[in-house]
C-alpha cells in the first residue's frame, strides 16, 4: 500500500517532518524509495534538469505521463505525485481535470500538483470533486516565470505576505491536500504553516514548514549548470561519473578494458576450426 495523502496529513498532525523529493525515472526513484522517501514529485523541473529546457515553459503533457510511469513503476511504497505542466489547466476547467486525470490513469500517480493560487481554486474544486488530489504551489511559481520576472524570493512585503496566506487558504479551502510553497520568507512560510490545517512543503522557505522538498539532481549534485542558494548537495555525483567515465575512456584507450575477465570465450576446437577456415589466428585464451 502507497503512503496516501491521509497519511501524509497525520504526519502534520504528530508534528512529524515530511521529506519530499523529486525524481524522474525508474532507477532513481527506487533508490530514493529504498533511502525512506515517504513522497516523490514528478516535477516540471524534469524540463531543466533531465531535458535541457532553460525554464519549466516547454513541458508537455506526454512527456509527463512518460516519466510518471517510469518512476510509478520504480515504487511500491511512496506517494507519487505528478506535475501538471504549463498551459495543461489554465485555459478551461474541464481541460484541466482531463488533463489531471490522465496523470493519474495514464501515468499511474496519486496526486496531482499545480501552481497558482485564489485564481486555481474552483479548478483545485473541480479535480477534488472528481477524485483527483490536488497539492498546491505558491511562491515562485516556475511556469510564471516570464510573468514574474525570473526567479526571485516572493512574499517580502506585508501586502504580498498577505496575499499569500489569502492563496494558501483559498487552496486549502478548495480541497488541496498539501502546499509546495517555493522562495518565499522563512518567517511568512512560518505563518502559512501554522494557519492552514494541511502539510506544507518548502523549497526554498526556511525550516518552518511541515515538510521539505528538494530537486534529485540538487540533492546529489548532479546539476551543475546552476545550484541555488536554498540547495544542499549530499553527494557529488557530477564529479563522480565524471571521474569514472575518463577512466574508461582512458582504458579503453590503453587496452585494460575489457579484461578476460569481463569477455566471454570459445572452446579451443572452435577457435583451431575458425583460424583455419578464415586465415586469422586469435590472441585470447580460449575457455
Ligand atoms: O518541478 C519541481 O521540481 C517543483 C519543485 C521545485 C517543488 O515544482
Redesign the pocket.
Known amino acids: 500500500m502507497r503512503v496516501t495523502i491521509r497519511d501524509l496529513g497525520e504526519m502534520k498532525r504528530r508534528g512529524e517532518k515530511i521529506p519530499m523529493i523529486?525524481a524522474y525515472d525508474y532507477t532513481s526513484a527506487k533508490i530514493v524509495e529504498e533511502a525512506g522517501i515517504p513522497i516523490i514529485?514528478v516535477?516540471?523541473?524534469l524540463g531543466q534538469v533531465v531535458l535541457g529546457y532553460d525554464s519549466?515553459v516547454p513541458v508537455t503533457m506526454d512527456e509527463m505521463v512518460h516519466h510518471i510511469k517510469a518512476v510509478v513503476r520504480g515504487t511500491q511504497r511512496a506517494h507519487v505525485v505528478g506535475?501538471l505542466p504549463f498551459l495543461s489547466y489554465h485555459t478551461d476547467i474541464a481541460e484541466a481535470v482531463r488533463n489531471a486525470g490522465r496523470l493519474l490513469k495514464e501515468g499511474g500517480a496519486q496526486s496531482v500538483k499545480l501552481e497558482g493560487g485564489r485564481h486555481m481554486a474552483e479548478t483545485v474544486r473541480s479535480m477534488v470533486r472528481s477524485g483527483i488530489p490536488v497539492m498546491g504551489?505558491l511562491g515562485l511559481t516556475?511556469q510564471a516565470v516570464n510573468q514574474l520576472g525570473g526567479f526571485r524570493v516572493q512574499g517580502k512585503t506585508s501586502k504580498a505576505a498577505v496575499e499569500l496566506l489569502e492563496d494558501a487558504r483559498a487552496l486549502e479551502e478548495a480541497g488541496a491536500y498539501a502546499l509546495?510553497l517555493?522562495l518565499v520568507p522563512s518567517q511568512l512560510a512560518e505563518i502559512v504553516s501554522e494557519r492552514i490545517s494541511i502539510p506544507t512543503i518548502g523549497?526554498g522557505a526556511g525550516v518552518h514548514c511541515d515538510g521539505q522538498?528538494q530537486?534529485f539532481h540538487d540533492l546529489v549534485g548532479l546539476f551543475t549548470d546552476f545550484v541555488p542558494k536554498h540547495a544542499r548537495a549530499y553527494a557529488n555525483l557530477a564529479a563522480a561519473i565524471r571521474d569514472a567515465t575518463s577512466r574508461y575512456v582512458g582504458e579503453v584507450g590503453d587496452g585494460t578494458f575489457p579484461s578476460d575477465a569481463e569477455s566471454y570465450s570459445m572452446k579451443a576446437s572452435v577457435v583451431d576450426e575458425l583460424t583455419r577456415q578464415t586465415g586469422v589466428s586469435t590472441s585470447t585464451d580460449s575457455g
Request: proline share 7%; charged share 20%.
Open positions: 523529486t514529485l516535477g516540471d523541473s519549466t506535475d504551489h516556475p509546495v517555493e523549497i522538498v530537486v
